[in-house]
């Protein structure tokens, strides 16, 4: 019996895998393999403009001509820079200083003309209760005319006001509170009028109102508008350091490009770079020389500004007091001997005491500049000695009972203390005038030092960058 073979079949021709069959291409029965889709790469980035930049410049660098132009970039760079600094500097002191004279220092005497209408109201209003029927004194006048000229100063102050807060504040307070003290005084008058002794309480009243209320507040506006006006001068005054320091670098950098020149080309000069150079040191000195001669005009009148005008203004605020606590000490009939200490003690800062002269009057002739200004103020000295003695017989006179001739010593119309005030009150005037005028001169001449400074640093630094391209640029034609 024949068993079956276990030999493996060979499989039909054409079945097997990876076999062609009869009739068909070989490569046909190759395993049929997916292909990978080809993504294609991104582009490198583009660098940035920066980059660029930085590579040109690099490239530049290696060459002579490269160099050149980046030297005459810098000098035309540095030289306008020096000019715009220098101008812009120089301009804003110019207009710091129009400034203070055509508006601050003007603010300034408003505010304390301001104080010395009311101060001379209040007083006006005191001398009117003692004069009333002894003197043709036209107090009822004079008073009106200083609540006038006191309410015009508030509205001038008040339209210059914008911006700050502080001086809002205090003109919002003295125009509220000043219509309190003009109706205290005509209750006071009134009162007086009808004969009844609650006239001198009101008066008394208003005075304590005016010097607690309305004094301080317009004190301490004149106070603001000073340190302003102050501020402004100081400013005017500063030097123009950062154009100095860019004048100093811009010639640094010159006298290296031309050591650079001479070292390549063994060419002692250029006459492009050898003219900015020239140019540049003369609107240096010119911007140097120009400041150090403003300087002393300007000093003095910040002196005259902040020193004397200052002394002035407080001996006449003392003496206005003075003169309304004077008549006060009369209005109260025996009860006004706070009133008769606070004259002796606003005189005796204003003279100084009998035992040690000297006080306010003292100081502002220290600090008067000219001899001028020391001859009105041995003026306000001697008036004010003058009354200082006048009072004293009057006070005498009111002590030993003679109330009538005390009046007559306080408000007649000679040879009494009231003439004395009004000769020292003059003088005084005169005093301020001359010091605002020599204050106005000096400003004045030192802005005119500092003129066409701004122009001519302009027009330097725009002729010094010619220069210094024009001689960099002989010196790049030779590489053409």
């Not at 006006?229 to 950062?242: C, I, V």
């Not at 606590?325 to 002796?344: C, I, K, P």
């Not at 003439?419 to 106005?440: M, P, V």
Request: contains cysteine; aromatic residues 4%.
């Amino acid at each position: 019996m024949t068993l079956p073979s276990t030999t493996p079949q060979a499989p039909p021709a054409g079945d097997a895998p990876g076999t062609a069959a009869d009739g068909e291409d070989p490569r046909a029965a190759l395993p049929r393999r997916r292909r990978a889709r080809r993504v294609p790469l991104p582009p490198p980035p583009r660098p940035t403009a920066l980059v660029e930049g930085a590579v040109r410049l690099r490239a530049a660098l290696r060459t002579e001509p490269g160099r050149l132009r980046v030297v005459g970039a810098l000098l035309a760079l540095l030289l306008m820079s020096f000019g715009t600094v220098t101008a812009w500097q120089v301009s804003s002191r110019v207009d710091t200083a129009t400034a203070v004279l055509e508006e601050g220092q003007p603010l300034s005497a408003d505010a304390a003309a301001l104080y010395r209408s009311l101060a001379d109201a209040n007083t006006t209003a005191a001398v009117g209760f003692l004069a009333d029927g002894e003197t043709p004194l036209p107090a009822r006048g004079r008073y009106e005319d200083d609540i006038r000229e006191a309410t015009h100063r508030l509205l001038k102050a008040a339209a210059h006001a914008v911006g700050s807060d502080d001086a809002g504040e205090e003109i919002r307070l003295l125009g509220e509170e000043l219509p309190v003290y003009t109706g205290l005084v005509e209750t006071a008058r009134a009162n007086d009028r009808q004969g009844f002794p609650l006239g001198g309480a009101y008066l008394r009243y208003a005075d304590t109102h005016m010097q607690e209320v309305l004094l301080p507040a317009a004190q301490r506006l004149h106070q603001l508008e000073h340190e302003r006006f102050h501020e402004d001068l100081t400013q005017a005054r500063a030097r123009p350091w950062g154009a100095l320091a860019c004048g100093v670098l811009v010639l640094a950098v010159l006298g290296w490009a031309q050591h650079r020149h001479y070292r390549r080309t063994h060419r002692v000069l250029n006459p492009g770079l050898l003219v900015a150079t020239a140019t540049t040191g003369l609107l240096l000195a010119w911007l140097a020389v120009a400041h150090t001669l403003s300087g002393p005009p300007l000093a003095d009148a910040e002196r005259t500004g902040t020193r004397s005008l200052e002394l002035l203004t407080r001996i006449r605020t003392e003496s206005l007091q003075a003169r309304g606590h004077e008549s006060l000490a009369l209005v109260a009939r025996g009860a006004g001997t706070s009133f008769a200490d606070s004259y002796r003690a606003r005189m005796d800062t204003v003279l100084g005491s009998p035992q040690a002269p000297g006080g306010l009057v003292a100081d502002a002739e220290a600090a008067a500049g000219d001899d001028v200004g020391r001859a009105h103020l041995a003026t306000v000295a001697e008036h004010a000695e003058e009354w200082r003695e006048r009072n004293a017989a009057a006070m005498e006179a009111e002590d030993s009972g003679a109330y009538e001739e005390a009046v007559k010593r306080v408000v007649g119309a000679a040879g009494s203390t009231g003439e004395s005030f009004d000769r020292l009150d003059t003088a005084l005037g005169a005093a301020l005038d001359h010091e605002r005028q020599r204050f106005a001169e000096a400003v004045d001449t030192g802005r005119a030092r500092l003129d066409r400074l701004p122009e001519g640093a302009v027009t330097l630094a725009v002729g010094a960058t010619t220069a210094a391209l024009l001689g960099v640029g002989r010196r790049l034609s030779e590489y053409r």
